[in-house]
């Protein structure tokens, strides 16, 4: 039998990812040790009171059910968490929950765009965005984050034709992968630029909880107008460690809610029960562990960039989320060139910043995933290999 799929899944290549793994299994098969900062999945333990909460109410066999709605707890909780947390007011029509912010941004193009609308996306971007608008059959838009602009935005640079016709604009800060934070002016800035040309903004506000020196991790939806025009991804995946239970919700404008609370009703029946219960014992609980988690992070930020600035690799300092972006080494003429040599010299696996768009070539995102003490193991690996040391590529 002759199986056609999709033409639409020709868009997405696995590439780099692939042959990155297989190099790692190659690596690990052979002995080598492999230190991995590639992917961020948090390596602290989820809080005592969240996992009681969810496997207490395991025992109720009702909780089993199908969810078909999110419970009235939950969003009691969460409503009295952004109070608390942001000094934000939520009615119970400007929240739903969503299977992780992943899922919710890859469905949201379905639920706001038709054909021919226009979709505004940073470059560098994380993957799942250009695949949300891509799905929508939305024209895809890219505007440009460059380091010397701090990786924000410039709204000027985007032509006046393409903003006429775009329906939503990605953001995203503390930003995944270019580890940067946004000041106030930036979020005033974007709400009037939205506000001009009516466009939705989605905000994914996945680090809130982490970010670094004493800088203010805060909601979109603080700022005045921020609820006429947009909307926030609100995640519980890297504040509390939450990654495999999928829990997020999309908060704000309650017409953007509504569209995509409807789109979710026609392919899921709600969040599993006891994980909706952990949730609310997540939102309720003490938030003394999310600082003191932030705080080693921190101290992971610190350790990876201070310790290859000493052998020689000028490193970005991370102003906030659970990674470090860097410029690859003089010599190579490619993130990837440069990621498939450090892991074959010494077992570091980091991820090429070409995966995030074109803007990203010429760096590579570590997460900050290892223990201080392997950290600095690793850094002293790489400096031992000589891959710092060595003379442009070609060069006498």
């Known amino acids: ?186 979020y005033r800035e974007l709400i009037a630029f939205a506000k001009r040309y009516n466009i939705i903004v989605v905000h994914d506000n996945a680090y809130s909880d982490i970010i670094y020196d004493g800088a203010y991790g805060g909601s979109f939806l603080s700022y005045d107008g921020a609820k006429e025009v947009g909307v926030e991804m609100f995640s519980l995946s890297k504040s509390f460690n939450l990654t495999g239970a999928r829990v997020s919700f999309i908060v704000g404008n309650r017409e953007v809610v509504g569209a995509v609370k409807l789109l979710r009703s026609q392919y899921d029946f709600g969040m599993f029960l006891p994980i909706q219960h952990a949730a609310i014992a997540a939102l309720t609980g003490p938030l003394d562990g999310v600082k003191a988690q932030c705080a080693k992070y921190q101290q992971r930020r610190d350790v990876l960039c201070d310790g290859l600035r000493s052998i020689g690799w000028d490193i970005r300092t991370s102003q906030g989320t659970m990674f470090a972006w860097a410029r690859i080494p003089r010599g190579y003429s490619s993130s990837q060139e440069f990621c498939m040599e450090l892991m074959e010299r010494t077992g570091v696996l980091c991820t090429p910043g070409d995966a995030f768009g074109s803007m990203g070539e010429g760096y590579v995102r570590f997460a900050l995933v290892l223990p201080v003490e392997t950290l600095r193991e690793m850094i002293a690996v790489i400096n031992e290999s000589g891959i710092l040391k060595e003379p442009l590529k070609g060069s006498l």
């Open 1 to 186: 039998m002759n199986i056609e799929v999709s033409r639409r899944l020709e868009h997405f290549q696995t590439g780099i990812f692939a042959a990155l793994d297989e190099k790692k299994d190659a690596l690990l098969k052979s002995g080598k040790k492999v230190y991995n900062l590639s992917v961020g999945t948090p390596d602290f333990p989820v809080a005592d009171h969240i996992r009681s909460a969810l496997t207490e109410a395991a025992q109720n066999p009702d909780n089993f059910h199908y969810a078909l709605k999110d419970l009235p707890e939950l969003h009691t909780a969460l409503r009295d968490y952004y109070q608390r947390r942001f000094g934000v007011a939520l009615d119970d029509d400007e929240a739903a929950s969503v299977n992780g912010s992943q899922e919710g941004i890859a469905h949201i193009g379905m639920a706001l765009c038709n054909p021919g609308d226009v979709v505004l996306l940073p470059n560098p971007g994380y993957p799942v965005f250009e695949a949300g608008a891509y799905f929508g059959h939305a024209q895809l838009y890219f505007y440009d984050l460059k380091e010397e602009n701090d990786f924000l935005p410039r709204f000027d640079e985007i032509p006046e034709d393409i903003a006429r016709r775009a329906k939503y604009i990605m953001v995203s800060y503390p930003y995944n992968p270019v580890c940067a934070i946004a000041p106030e002016s930036f």
